[in-house]
């Protein structure tokens, strides 16, 4: 066998509107349905969509992370520990549950985080619209995720009452927030 060949190299083509990848392709496809929804005359332009799986992936784990939260506060307050008993059979099952949910949902967050968040927050510069939500969004998630760790990790027994209230607070104001984020979505599916 002879000598190799070296491999001849090409400049990458040049992007000048931007990086390219999931970003641009979300902002060229939001492009285009802003420019025919103007054609056809619409009222307003549609909002930057996320993908069906994501979108179902962030519904399903907020659905059970309330429905196991609140559940959780439910019978540990009524029934439970929290109520001067023992503490009730469903306590930690319930906790498993919420714990499941909250991984799914930060897989959930960041597959949202590559995409979603980078495009909206280009979108929203130059449309100015829901970068105020998404900013609230993204605060309140950080906030949940640090107190649960706090809660779960370095609360003392005298403060984990009022931490897991903090918490329970946060969590509430976080999905009451995504539906805010959401509301043109949202209303556009209540139209005819």
Do not use: C, N
């Not at 979108?55 to 429905?67: F, G, I, K, P």
């Not at 967050?109 to 900013?135: C, E």
């Not at 005298?158 to 995504?178: K, Q, V, Y």
Request: aromatic residues 8%; positive net charge; hydrophobic residues 50%.
């Amino acid at each position: 066998m002879g000598p190799s060949k070296p491999l001849k190299h090409s400049p990458p083509p040049h992007r000048p509107h931007g990086a390219g990848g999931v970003i641009d392709l979300a902002l060229a496809k939001h492009a285009t349905a802003r420019h025919a929804a103007a054609a056809a005359g619409a009222a307003r332009a549609p909002t930057l969509t996320v993908a069906r799986w994501q979108r179902l992936l962030l519904l399903a784990t907020a659905a059970l992370l309330l429905a196991s939260g609140a559940a959780w506060l439910a019978v540990h307050y009524l029934l439970g520990a929290g109520a001067g008993e023992l503490p009730h059979p469903a306590e930690p099952w319930l906790m498993r549950l919420h714990g499941a949910g909250a991984f799914a949902a930060l897989f959930a967050a960041g597959a949202m985080a590559g995409a979603h968040v980078q495009a909206g927050w280009r979108v929203s510069a130059r449309l100015g619209r829901q970068r105020g939500s998404g900013i609230a969004l993204v605060s309140l998630l950080s906030l949940t995720v640090l107190s649960a760790y706090l809660l779960y990790y370095f609360a003392p027994e005298a403060w984990r009452g009022l931490m897991g209230w903090i918490h329970a607070g946060l969590g509430a104001s976080l999905a009451g927030t995504g539906l805010w984020h959401a509301r043109r979505r949202l209303l556009s599916w209540r139209k005819p």
